[in-house]
């Protein structure tokens, strides 16, 4: 009699073992993908990854933020808070991203945002060392032969690809010809172009 009044209900063990499935939720996760043509990793980390991971954690109510800068490339993927509505992180997550293309002058285009699905993960790659071009403008130069910053971002973007990523290609690079009102500038004639080894990917994580 006395244990049979310490064995619990079966209808009681029966709903504490649903419980965990009834009650929990995955957390939420959006990704949000940025277009930075010309920009090495370390450009997109200085102007988008690094400041949009802060205002995304602070403005937001998600539990993490992550941030991956690439050649050409930012993503980032906000982990909402366990029990969170994913819509209302969703919606948080673009009155953010709102004003970031606007403040790049062209220069950023948004790819995607979206939350992902439950069964797709969320990235996780090694850093690599590789090779790349450094080109850093000489603005007053390039002001005195009629270049704008805008006009000569577009051309190095254009002309920067695979086949830069090495002595030859750097040396290509150098010679790129970008025209302004009524003839043209050589790339070297207003910038250092150099090959320069760094990783091909920087990653930010707050908190």
Same mark, same amino acid.
């Given at each position: 009699?006395?244990?049979?009044?310490?064995?619990?209900?079966?209808?009681?063990?029966?709903?504490?073992?649903?419980?965990?499935?009834?009650?929990? &939720?995955? #957390?939420?996760?959006?990704?949000?993908?940025?277009?930075?043509?010309?920009?090495?990793? %370390?450009?997109?980390?200085?102007?988008?990854?690094?400041?949009?991971?802060?205002?995304?954690?602070?403005?937001?109510?998600? %539990? &993490?933020?992550?941030?991956?800068?690439?050649?050409?490339?930012?993503?980032?993927?906000?982990?909402?808070?366990?029990?969170?509505?994913?819509?209302?992180?969703?919606?948080?997550?673009?009155?953010?991203?709102?004003?970031?293309?606007?403040?790049?002058?062209?220069?950023?285009?948004?790819?995607?945002?979206?939350?992902?699905?439950?069964?797709?993960?969320?990235?996780? #790659?090694?850093?690599? #060392?590789?090779?790349?071009? !450094?080109?850093?403008?000489?603005? !007053?130069?390039?002001?005195?032969?009629?270049?704008?910053?805008?006009?000569?971002? !577009?051309?190095? =973007?254009?002309?920067?690809?695979?086949?830069?990523?090495?002595?030859?290609?750097?040396?290509?690079?150098? =010679?790129?010809?970008?025209?302004?009102?009524?003839?043209?500038?050589?790339?070297?004639?207003?910038?250092?172009?150099?090959?320069? !080894?760094?990783?091909?990917?920087?990653?930010?994580?707050?908190?």
């Amino acid at each position: 009699m006395f244990r049979a009044l310490l064995r619990p209900p079966l209808f009681l063990l029966a709903l504490s073992a649903m419980a965990p499935f009834g009650c929990s &939720k995955p #957390q939420a996760v959006v990704k949000i993908s940025y277009a930075c043509p010309g920009y090495s990793a %370390e450009v997109t980390d200085e102007h988008v990854v690094w400041p949009l991971v802060t205002s995304l954690l602070l403005k937001t109510n998600a %539990e &993490k933020v992550t941030g991956i800068g690439t050649d050409g490339r930012a993503e980032f993927y906000l982990i909402g808070k366990k029990g969170g509505d994913p819509t209302d992180l969703l919606h948080e997550a673009q009155t953010v991203v709102a004003g970031v293309v606007e403040k790049s002058n062209g220069m950023v285009r948004l790819s995607e945002i979206r939350l992902l699905g439950t069964s797709e993960p969320v990235p996780s #790659q090694p850093i690599k #060392q590789v090779y790349r071009p !450094k080109v850093v403008i000489d603005f !007053k130069k390039a002001s005195a032969a009629g270049l704008t910053a805008e006009d000569a971002a !577009k051309a190095i =973007s254009a002309a920067i690809g695979p086949e830069t990523n090495s002595p030859e290609g750097v040396r290509k690079l150098a =010679s790129t010809t970008m025209p302004v009102e009524g003839s043209h500038v050589i790339l070297s004639d207003v910038a250092t172009v150099t090959l320069e !080894k760094g990783p091909d990917r920087i990653i930010r994580t707050l908190p």
